[in-house]
């Protein structure tokens, strides 16, 4: 996955953040996840903080572990790409996967932005 995106200048347009949480709750949604507005900031680096600690609190509950997988696979985050981070990165589960479905959701969201307004 291509994180080369400047992802940071991006949240700090009001369409694309808006874009981008309507996204993130959609797909948490589908996995039956609840995004709550506490958990969203324009600043990427607290975002991901904040929804490491609801994913830690969703593993800890019956049928998290595969509430998780739901959302991961929606958002195509692959067992391959999260398995090199957790050999590459001094992270733990929930902080790894945080930021892959922060900065994959973004992508999309920046992408389709990109692609709509190149029409």
Do not use: C
Not at 12 to 27: A, C, G, M, R, T
Not at 31 to 59: K, P, T
């Amino acid at each position: 996955m291509d994180n080369s995106l400047p992802q940071k200048h991006y949240l700090q347009q009001e369409e694309i953040y808006l874009s981008f949480v309507n996204q993130l709750k959609k797909d948490a949604g589908m996995s039956n996840i609840e995004i709550s507005d506490s958990i969203l900031s324009h600043n990427l680096s607290e975002m991901i903080i904040n929804l490491h600690h609801h994913i830690q609190n969703i593993l800890q509950k019956n049928n998290g572990f595969e509430k998780i997988q739901s959302w991961l696979y929606r958002v195509d985050i692959s067992e391959k790409t999260i398995k090199e981070k957790m050999n590459t990165a001094n992270k733990s589960y929930s902080e790894i996967i945080s930021e892959l479905i922060i900065k994959r959701t973004l992508q999309k969201v920046i992408l389709r932005h990109l692609y709509k307004n190149k029409k």
